[in-house]
């Protein structure tokens, strides 16, 4: 049984880890976004 120390590092470790992933889509999806744009002008 691991302890409560353990289990949130656990538990923070998979936030981050979404949270870099999240972070990443959304940031590809805006820089496709200005390339359209830029490409459009």
């Known amino acids: 049984m691991p ?21 990443e889509k959304q940031t590809d999806e805006k820089l496709e976004q200005e390339y359209q744009e830029r490409l459009n002008k």
Do not use: C, V
């Open 3 to 23: 302890s409560e120390r353990e289990q949130m590092i656990e538990i923070l470790t998979m936030l981050s880890g979404y949270a870099k992933e999240y972070w």
